[in-house]
């Protein structure tokens, strides 16, 4: 019973000795603030492909009116194909373990020694 103690950290209700830890509210401010969120896009733009390039395109570009122009962009290819940079996703971090029953019923003692 005292590992009932443990229900109240779990989004399984304690179900199988699961714990959830999330990260706090500073974390997810500066991930949704918007200034940032812009900023990382702007990297994304200049810093990666995004318009299926193909790798030996990105290499020797220099033009003709200026040949010391010749740069190697290849740093900027990946092989996941175009994507919207202007687009992002939010994965939150979350931590999620399972404890033993025995470990989990020993917690809940110390947690709350008064509960048996």
Known sequence: ESARSLMNL???NGSGGVLDIFYDDW???II???ILFRMTTQLWERAYCHHNEDIESLTNTA???NPQSNTDDRYKWHPFGSFDCSKGYLYIDRIG???PTALS???GELVNPHVK
């Open 105 to 107: 019923q020993q917690l």
């Open 97 to 99: 373990y399972r404890l």
């Open 63 to 65: 033009s003709n009116s």
């Open 32 to 34: 949704t603030n918007p």
């Open 10 to 12: 779990s989004s399984t």
């Open 27 to 29: 974390k997810m401010d």
